[in-house]
């Protein structure tokens, strides 16, 4: 019956990761591999709390498309320049993407995404049949010049998207020149930009960028609770344009009429709490650096990684080194990662030679121990072989 | 910027229906009109005691596309001759119409309704480009004779929606006889038939038809915690044939990547306490009955209706009336419906003489001043003007 599917669904990629990373999760392998927060600095006795505040008909009933107003309220506090009327609640920032796509994205339009980029945006755009351009990144995020030089020779992007702080994998942040600089293009060739900030507040040294929001007229800002708070409620939310609101409230209803209630709730009572949510925050970012640092300074031979100032993420070069051909081997010694080759819309042989390496949910001594183990297996593998 | 939308969203229907039930919202307006359980009988005590058990990482953590393990047994078991790995947990069912959606309908594919049908069901299926073809129902349902007939003429669907127990708005319930017949027909034809089953299980009279799923090969079943515990969780589940399950999964992973794990769990935890569950229904049937019957019984004149067996809606018809018209007249004595238009997928003037009519949130006493008033804006309104 595979005939009934549509053009979309036969289209969707089968992730040859996913299934590599099934492999990931046998007992005794150290994953490294996960986008996971550290479950052991959920504030767990925190939503109690707001769980014995928020219990009632309210919390449990239907609710309006737009998301629960104290939550609204809260995230347009979070954005410069922001009113309660431009803030959608999603279900997670995975929703907003892909209620983006739907509302902007014909078959074949033109997306400008960082290359690597986060996989779930890649999916969501393609999905909606977008056409992913991949424009290269460095230490400072996106080549604003490199994607300039694409529009200047034609290229007519629908929207671009991009991970402002620690991108996900490369760790990147962009600069606040390219921020300028990319609002200035959006606005000259009238492309929506949409920058995604899940890690921006978990950052332990260095100082943090402007947001693009008021930079430009045309940016839709995605913030998430997955990574700040828990991922597990599945609640985020997005600023957007007001010709865009609407279109979005009407795709999100016939997506999935609202947000959890409850989870909605439970979020906008844990923000509410500016002194514990701080509190939160700077022992996520002391342990998170700590880890950083730990994996940062055993890294095998052989790997090269920028130390972050934040984040999640660890994107490691290697040499000659086929990550793709690597993982099966690493996951027999007890490690796992991400082949890099996930990450970028056009993987080309170069792209096979990164990892993306979460530090966030092993600790110190799993990361050396996860660090031992991955050199082994670099070790058994010839390099340029695989 | 309007002009950067993409077709599916410039194509989305900016609901009349949607601006005139705001009317609906002012204080002291008696509603009929919702479509929301009554918060009163929510078991709220239940869903402490399931955060107690449920609370710790799992519940806040990222999880599985498919859904919770437990979910998904228990969702299994409420269907005939399923399994574990044909089930999906969705973001309520609305989630589960936009998933089938996205993943069988391509633009100007026909999708069979009833006419009338629940409105999400339409705004999802318009969303992915299809072009809802309504087949008139009666008082046992979906006129299959009539789809044959159809069929017969040459019309080809991707897929038949029905809401098989007391339908969203009609109040029907599709008999036995036309469910084999309807299955027949699918499996001939060769296109899926969606069930949607949300009020099955709040009959007060009459017997439960069997599903339809294990009537024909190519059934999609869904169920929901909206009606039968809260809507708030937002929380459904479908079980699909294997072919449908991957698309499904990977259009989800890309749409929400899953449903809040906590709601998940709470429902599980829910739903596994069997008797308590039974006792929770036997009083959402007790309280829904008496409160059908007492709106049945002053209906005005001018207005006929079925005594419903089950569910939330009377679907009343007014001979010569433009119920669209009268709707705000009812808002000024102070009571609301959803006027009958809003359901039909080609609306013609016999549809605007409907209106749907929920009992489901007022008590006894409510609902006869409600009539009353609606009584009252009938008489003040001439018939056949507006």
């Given at each position: 019956m595979e005939h009934l599917l549509s053009a979309r669904a036969r289209g969707a990629r089968s992730s040859v990761i996913r299934e590599l990373l099934r492999l990931t999760e046998q007992p005794g392998v150290l994953s490294l591999a996960g986008g996971l927060p550290a479950p052991e600095l959920f504030p767990t006795e925190r939503v109690r709390a707001a769980f014995e505040t928020v219990l009632g008909a309210r919390a449990l009933q239907y609710a309006a498309t737009e998301g629960a107003v104290e939550l609204r309220a809260i995230a347009a506090r979070r954005f410069p320049a922001c009113t309660v009327d431009e803030v959608l609640v999603t279900t997670g920032s995975q929703q907003a993407l892909d209620l983006i796509a739907r509302c902007l994205l014909d078959p074949g339009d033109a997306v400008v995404v960082e290359s690597p980029s986060y996989l779930g945006a890649l999916q969501a755009f393609s999905a909606a049949g977008g056409r992913c351009v991949g424009i290269p990144g460095d230490a400072d995020g996106l080549?604003?010049?490199?994607?300039?030089?694409?529009?200047?020779?034609?290229?007519?992007?629908?929207?671009?998207?991009?991970?402002?702080?620690?991108?996900?994998?490369?760790?990147?942040?962009?600069?606040?020149?390219?921020?300028?600089?990319?609002?200035?293009?959006?606005?000259?060739?009238?492309?929506?930009i949409v920058e995604d900030d899940p890690y921006g507040e978990l950052r332990w040294a260095?100082?943090?960028?402007?947001?693009?929001?008021?930079?430009?007229?045309?940016?839709?800002?995605?913030?998430?609770?997955?990574?700040?708070?828990?991922p597990g409620l599945r609640v985020g939310w997005m600023a957007a344009p007001s010709w865009l609101m609407?279109?979005?409230?009407?795709?999100?209803?016939?997506?999935?009429?609202?947000?959890?209630?409850?989870?909605?709730?439970?979020?906008?009572?844990?923000?509410?709490?500016?002194?514990?949510?701080?509190?939160?925050?700077?022992?996520?970012?002391?342990?998170?650096?700590?880890?950083?640092?730990?994996?940062?300074?055993?890294?095998?031979?052989?790997?090269?990684?920028?130390?972050?100032?934040?984040?999640?993420?660890?994107?490691?070069?290697?040499?000659?080194?086929?990550?793709?051909?690597?993982?099966?081997?690493?996951?027999?010694?007890?490690?796992?990662?991400?082949?890099g080759s996930a990450f970028f819309p056009q993987p080309d042989a170069a792209s096979g030679e990164w990892m993306r390496l979460s530090y966030a949910t092993l600790t110190v001594e799993g990361l050396a121990e996860a660090a031992r183990r991955l050199g082994a297996a670099m070790e058994a593998t010839p390099a340029g072989v695989g």
């Open positions: 080549r604003v010049d490199v994607l300039a030089d694409h529009l200047a020779a034609g290229l007519r992007p629908k929207l671009a998207y991009v991970v402002t702080d620690f991108a996900n994998p490369s760790g990147a942040t962009l600069s606040t020149e390219r921020r300028r600089a990319l609002a200035t293009l959006s606005d000259r060739y009238g492309f929506v260095g100082r943090r960028p402007a947001p693009l929001r008021d930079m430009g007229s045309q940016v839709v800002s995605l913030g998430s609770a997955s990574k700040v708070l828990v609407g279109p979005l409230v009407r795709t999100k209803q016939a997506a999935d009429l609202h947000t959890s209630t409850l989870s909605q709730l439970l979020v906008a009572e844990l923000l509410r709490d500016d002194a514990a949510q701080r509190r939160h925050l700077e022992r996520l970012r002391a342990e998170y650096g700590t880890r950083a640092a730990a994996l940062h300074a055993v890294l095998p031979a052989g790997l090269v990684a920028e130390r972050p100032d934040g984040g999640m993420f660890l994107w490691a070069h290697g040499e000659g080194i086929d990550t793709t051909a690597l993982l099966p081997r690493a996951v027999d010694v007890g490690v796992a990662f991400v082949p």
